[in-house]
């Protein structure tokens, strides 16, 4: 004779087992704990500021298109004021060109304007005007005249810069890193090896710095 009894408690619980195993192994990876190497983040960076000896190393993958991006370089340049000497930074490239159209060309022309020592300049002139330009169908002019405001002496050597299949493949380079490193939105930011968010990059920083150096 069946025992409908002991049959359903063993149903009932295998249930259970799967629906728990199935939130385990759906839950999201949590990459915030891993370590990176550092010296793969460092190597060959083409945009560095800050002391090369300092404490804390700050790595970001950024997209001049993000707004997120732009809401965290407020957060980044409010840390880096604070922690002067402290902290060295260093900005790569990684244009979400699948939804942002004019992303690519707007680290491109960020490229042209290091050309004529103003990468840091136009950076910040490219987020405060993203607004702008971001959805045109042709941002070139607009970006010629950002040069301008960013005190680029040079326009035509500017104008030169944007066509060369070099600048393209310095981002390509940054983007390829980006994706070896697991790197899937923007902005992703490093801090000496270990990925954090936006938002816990002030605690992140602060966290290294109050332990004895």
């Known amino acids: 004779m069946i025992n409908w009894k002991l049959l359903t408690l063993i149903l009932g619980g295998t249930v259970l087992i799967?629906?728990?195993a199935s939130l385990f192994f759906s839950k999201p990876v949590d990459n915030t704990s891993v370590k990176f190497d550092q010296q793969k983040l460092v190597v060959g960076?083409?945009?560095i500021t800050g002391d090369e000896n300092a404490p804390v190393t700050i790595v970001e993958f950024s997209d001049f298109q993000c707004p997120a991006c732009r809401t965290a370089a407020a957060t980044l340049d409010g840390v880096l004021e604070k922690h002067k000497g402290?902290?060295?930074?260093?900005?790569?490239?990684?244009?979400?060109?699948?939804?942002?159209?004019?992303?690519?060309?707007?680290?491109?022309?960020s490229e042209a304007a290091d050309e004529q020592g103003?990468?840091?300049e136009y950076s910040k002139a490219l987020f405060d005007k993203q607004d702008a330009w971001e959805k045109l169908g042709n941002p070139q002019d607009l970006f010629v005249n950002l040069a301008k405001e960013a005190g680029m002496a040079d326009l035509d050597k500017f104008k030169n810069e944007?066509?060369?299949?070099?600048?393209?493949d310095m981002i390509l380079a940054d983007m390829s890193l980006?994706?070896?490193?697991?790197v899937d939105a923007t902005p992703t930011f490093f801090v000496n090896g270990n990925k954090v968010s936006a938002g816990g990059?002030?605690?992140?920083?602060?966290?290294?710095?109050?332990k004895p150096q």
Do not use: C, D
């Open 86 to 109: 402290e902290i060295k930074f260093i900005y790569r490239h990684f244009p979400l060109t699948s939804i942002h159209k004019n992303a690519m060309a707007a680290s491109i022309a």
């Open 178 to 182: 980006g994706n070896q490193l697991g």
């Open 201 to 210: 990059l002030t605690l992140a920083v602060e966290k290294i710095l109050s």
């Open 18 to 20: 799967l629906i728990a």
């Open 45 to 47: 960076a083409a945009h």
């Open 118 to 120: 103003k990468f840091w």
């Open 162 to 168: 944007i066509g060369k299949q070099a600048r393209r």
